[in-house]
């Protein structure tokens, strides 16, 4: 069982920063693959970001050039940095994570999630 818990949501205005982290529990964290993923009233959960347990990264057409996932093994945790916000980040934001030695886009192929954040970005 892996236990997910996120942080560092919150309100900023377009183009500020914000980096959110997700904590992991667990001792083969470096062996997960994890994901971001975002969700807004009414939508499916949308792909945000993704690392492989090699760190091999995958990023939505929406937020390309503009996020950036990575992890610490040695911590147990996995950033998205999220630079110049658009309302249209605007989400609960949700980390997942599943053990895979390929790297994972679709929500589906995720077994463990966190109770979501939220970002709301002003315009």
């Known amino acids: 069982q892996v236990q997910l818990v996120e942080a560092g949501g919150g309100l900023v205005e377009a183009g500020d920063s914000l980096r959110l982290s997700c904590a992991a529990s667990?001792?083969?964290?470096?062996?997960?693959?994890m994901g971001w993923f975002r969700q807004t009233p009414g939508k499916e959960r949308e792909f945000v970001a993704a690392i492989s347990w090699i760190a091999r990264t995958y990023y939505s057409d929406s937020v390309k050039g503009r996020f950036t996932i990575s992890r610490v093994n040695a911590k147990n945790t996995m950033y998205l940095q999220m630079n110049s916000l658009k309302p249209a980040d605007t989400a609960v934001y949700y980390c997942?994570?599943?053990?895979?030695?390929?790297?994972?886009?679709?929500?589906?192929?995720?077994?463990?999630w966190g109770q979501g954040i939220q970002v709301t970005v002003s315009s």
């Open positions: 667990g001792r083969t964290f470096s062996r997960y693959n």
């Open positions: 997942a994570a599943r053990r895979s030695l390929v790297l994972l886009t679709q929500a589906a192929d995720y077994e463990y």
